[in-house]
């Protein structure tokens, strides 16, 4: 049997139903079987592949990017990079070249034991932290690639003109769901009962907002940005939490610690966060919109240029897939974050908010 099944029937047992937000975080980061600690998620072998492994044009775009801040900023010699949650170690890796250790940290982010290695292989004099709060405390670039859709959401569905929690329950170790009254969905009835229709779902994630406030409070005190590229919306609602298996959706509840589990990211949320923090809020653009504009293009041609007929298809076929509309450039969205008299950020023409005093 699933030793996590085992482990999460066990505690709905004993104490109820629990919050998909809580099965998210078992599932995903229990620290002898969940999903992140353990598993290899990337890659052929891996149950998705993001868009560094799909072309370096990605993280030398970032790259370009950086080094456009780094300039405006008249070349700091004390500035860091952190990657959270850091991958295989590749965007970093093209980042550096683009930036030619300009660089003084470069920084991961992560608990995965197997991809740590691969980090360290990937960029040797880079630092690994597991908290933001442990890192040095000087100006930095935070970069989030598919990093906000993991953080473990709270769902509610409203019946019977008010709001339920949607949670996981057990029978004969079977998981499923179930519509359970709680203390957070009692302050949704509250607070946000009109507005909505019968069977309406909302979601609700606090660990991104801690996660966001974390970051705010570092780049306002020691000056810096934050980059995020992820699903999400900015309106809307509804049912977004899935699991993916094999690069494919599978049922979320099927194997815990096997499977990885995700929501889309809430950008207005993001924004509202912001505002209250006192930072700067750009976008969202569309992953292929931002990467147009940073010129993506011009560094395809360029590439080109030395490239084998071999080497230019795989070139073209992986930009493509990262900015086509038909498949992640319109998906995938973009937005940053900066504190107050920082540098403006380019990439975000269109749909940009700045937060006023």
């Known amino acids: 049997m699933n030793i996590l ?12 139903p629990i919050s998909i937000a809580s099965f998210m975080e078992i599932s995903l980061n229990d620290k002898k079987y969940g999903y992140y600690r353990k598993k290899m998620p990337l890659g052929s072998q891996g149950d998705f592949v993001t868009s560094p492994d799909i072309s370096q044009i990605f993280g030398e775009i970032i790259g370009i990017w950086i080094l456009d801040i780094w300039l405006k ?20 890796k093209d980042i550096n070249r683009v930036l030619k250790n300009k660089v003084s940290n470069f920084i991961f982010i992560d608990i995965n034991e197997e991809l740590i290695k691969l980090q360290k292989k990937a960029l040797r004099d880079a630092s690994h932290f597991e908290k933001i709060n442990d890192i040095p405390k000087i100006p930095t670039i935070f970069i989030g690639n598919e990093f906000l859709d993991a953080f473990p959401v709270h769902q509610f569905i409203k019946k019977d003109k008010c709001w339920k929690e949607v949670c996981i329950n057990s029978k004969n170790y079977e998981l499923f769901f179930s519509y359970e009254s709680t203390k957070l969905s009692k302050k949704i009835s509250l607070s946000n009962s009109s507005n909505f229709r019968e069977g309406s779902i909302i979601e609700i994630n606090f660990k991104t907002r801690k996660i966001i406030n974390n970051i705010s409070n570092f780049i306002r005190e020691n000056s810096g940005a934050a980059i995020f590229f992820d699903y999400g919306y900015m309106d809307g609602y509804g049912d977004s939490f899935q699991g993916i298996k094999d ?23 993001i924004r509202l966060q912001a505002k209250k923090n006192n930072i700067n809020f750009y976008g969202p653009n569309t992953q292929g919109s931002f990467l147009e504009q940073m010129g993506a293009i011009q560094r395809l041609e360029f590439l080109e240029k030395k490239a084998t007929n071999h080497q230019k298809k795989e070139l073209r076929i992986g930009l493509n897939r990262l900015m086509s509309e038909s498949e992640m450039g319109n998906l995938f969205k973009v937005i940053a974050l900066s504190s107050k008299n920082f540098p403006s950020l380019e990439g975000f023409t269109c749909g940009t908010t700045k937060n006023k005093e």
């Open 73 to 92: 900023l008249k070349e700091p010699s004390n500035f860091q990079i952190v990657d959270l949650g850091g991958g295989r170690g590749t965007l970093l």
């Open 247 to 269: 690069n494919k959706k599978t049922n979320p509840l099927s194997d815990p610690g096997l499977v990885d589990l995700t929501s889309h990211v809430n950008f207005k949320d």
């Open 5 to 16: 099944r085992e482990k999460i029937h066990n505690i709905i047992i004993e104490n109820g």
